[in-house]
């Protein structure tokens, strides 16, 4: 599976759009991009994921570069109920490869 | 969400007990896994199910086994439990193994003394 590199933590403003990074420099064509998040001391929960198109459902947008090295989540309206950890992940088999992600704090 | 459920939530055990840890769903979804989530090292694949009876090794698989004898349960295993299982145990499910859009339930604090 390809690595990802994600930044150690971030602050976000309630009401303000969260951009979340991601590199994954060594992707594979056939890789996709997948996004969970990680709410204190409970279960993963899917976000998104994608190819090679940008992305959108009802909880964010996955914007992938045109060379598939980076991505970035987009939480279009932080709430402090989104205050996480989010992971991001390349796939490539069978297997989820979670690695520290990304704690994420909103604050009001 | 997702309809899968893990008992106990919470255990306490005694080095060198067996314990068994229980994954139950109800969403007739083929595959099913357990992950292993310790501070430092994220969430790590212990076992795997592609159906009843067909399982496979994950990652840190010494000293878990699993069972699937139905669709809707997936058994984790500590036959002798040590210190170092102390952790929070993950079951996914999911549908498609080409998707990976993986359900978690709510997790097993396991303590072992």
């Known amino acids: 599976d390809a690595k990802t590199t994600q930044p150690t933590s971030m602050d976000c403003a309630e009401g303000r759009a969260a951009n979340l990074p991601c590199n994954h420099s060594?992707?594979?064509?056939?890789?996709?991009v997948y996004w969970y998040r990680q709410i204190h001391s409970q279960g993963p929960q899917y976000i998104i994921h994608?190819?090679?198109n940008n992305e959108t459902n009802e909880m964010a947008s996955l914007i992938i570069t045109e060379d598939r090295k980076s991505s970035t989540l987009i939480l279009p309206h932080a709430t402090l109920r989104d205050t996480a950890v989010y992971y991001c992940i390349v796939k490539g088999d069978y297997k989820l490869s979670f690695g520290a992600g990304t704690t994420v704090t909103v604050r009001a | 969400d997702a309809g899968i459920t893990q008992s106990p939530r919470h255990k306490v055990t005694e080095t060198g007990t067996p314990v068994t840890l229980r994954c139950h769903q109800t969403?007739?979804?083929?595959?099913m896994y357990w992950y292993r989530q310790d501070p430092g090292h994220g969430l790590r694949l212990i076992h795997y199910s592609y159906g009843v009876k067909d399982t496979d090794k994950g990652e840190v698989s010494d000293g878990y086994s699993v069972s699937r004898s139905k669709t809707e349960d997936f058994l984790l295993t500590l036959e002798s439990a040590t210190s170092s299982q102390t952790s929070v145990y993950f079951c996914a499910i999911t549908w498609d193994l080409s998707y990976n859009e993986q359900f978690f339930g709510p997790g097993t604090r396991l303590t072992v003394l």
């Open positions: 060594t992707i594979s064509g056939n890789e996709y």
């Open positions: 969403e007739n979804h083929r595959y």
């Open positions: 994608g190819l090679k």
